[in-house]
Nanobody
Framework: QRQLVESGGGLVQPGDSLRLSCAAS????????MGWFRQTPGKDREFVSR????????AYANSVKGRFTISGDKIKNTVYLQMNSLKPEDTAVYFC???????????????????WGRGIQVTVSR
């Protein structure tokens, strides 16, 4: 069964760093790209970052650009999100997502992704 499992969340103070990890449950889970979204209560899930394995190209939301870095291992189907200089507004549930093949759907939308993790809480507070 194909699953994505996130880890690494928690409670940190403003200015701290955190590294999220997401691993696919099986080696046969071949992905075209993987990404991260986040969601706060009452709001839509918003794009954070994405990496496409074939080109290594990355994309970031403007709100995290320069502070967050996405990386990963295509063979292991594992993606990481290094989050530095965290701010209280980064507080959210973070979701890992996998795209199985390229499509015409904008990659910053949830519709581009085929599988999702259950989410992991990140809280930035004093």
């Amino acid at each position: 069964q194909r699953q994505l499992v996130e880890s690494g969340g928690g409670l940190v103070q403003p200015g701290d760093s955190l590294r999220l990890s997401c691993a696919a449950s099986t080696r046969t889970f071949r992905t075209y790209a993987m990404g991260w979204f986040r969601q706060t209560p009452g709001k839509d899930r918003e794009f954070v970052s994405r990496i496409a394995w074939s080109t290594g190209s990355t994309a970031y939301a403007n709100s995290v650009k320069g502070r967050f870095t996405i990386s990963g291992d295509k063979i292991k189907n594992t993606v990481y999100l290094q989050m530095n200089s965290l701010k209280p507004e980064d507080t959210a549930v973070y979701f890992c997502a996998a795209q199985l093949s390229p499509s015409g759907v904008p990659v910053t939308t949830t519709y581009a992704y085929d599988y999702w993790g259950r989410g992991i809480q990140v809280t930035v507070s004093r």
